[in-house]
């Protein structure tokens, strides 16, 4: 019995032996065998155990708040829609709220310092319509654009258009001579490119003032834009009333020589 036993268990062995070489065999020596890799560390673009991934920035959060108001004598009525700034630190938040709070106000003091007419005779109250629309915002730049449509009681709509730009990682108010190195070089460019792109858009409607334009003709309302700084005008400014509010678009690589390296723009220059 013990011999049987014996040449059991050594057939056994062997047996599993010869089935080991044998896959063994079939795994290296087929020019059709699949290597394996076998990952030591978290394989490419997974993150390690516990680790926490980075965010990427993101736009700050832009939301509109109605403000309406109207005169104790009904003579006029304001309401705009004011931009306000979240999604960023307190403080950020904060200085870029103040200076679009201090814009807005702005606009409707004026307005509402006029002399206007009180209403009779079936007339309307004059009126102050103000709005925003998002030029660009991005982890950097919040750029908007502002317009105001007035009305004195029994007069034609006037539109003035508006803008406050916004470096996001201060809350600071981004001034256009800040875009350049030299503002002065930029301006001959700026100049030559709108008046182009005016004309071709307005033709003989378009008026443009005489002599050498000062930056101040184009820093009231202008915007950054990812094609390139657009710059507008009230109504009236430029050309006839039916004119609108035009606009013109500087591309960046037309002034790309212009921009500051260490600028809010120096993104668009690379």
Known sequence: MGMVGSRGMRFVVMASVAAFLTVAAAGCGGTNATPQTTYISPPPGTLAPGATPTPSPRPPDITGEIISTTAPDSRWTVTFKKPVIGGVTPAVATKMNAAIAAKVNGYISAFTSRDLPTVAGGSGPSTLDGNYTIALNSSSLVSLRLSVLTQVSGESTVGEAGSINFAVS?????????????????????TTKTRASLS???GS??????GTVPMSFFDKAWTFT????????????IAS???GMPSAVVAWADIKSAINPKGPAAEFAR
């Open 226 to 237: 990812r094609s390139g700084l657009e710059f507008m005008w009230s109504q009236g400014a």
């Open 170 to 190: 201060t809350g600071a108010t981004i001034a256009l001579s800040d875009v350049f190195t030299n503002p002065a070089t930029a301006l001959s460019t700026i």
């Open 205 to 210: 409607d378009l008026s443009w003032p005489g």
């Open 200 to 202: 071709g858009a307005l």
């Open 241 to 243: 009333a039916s004119a």
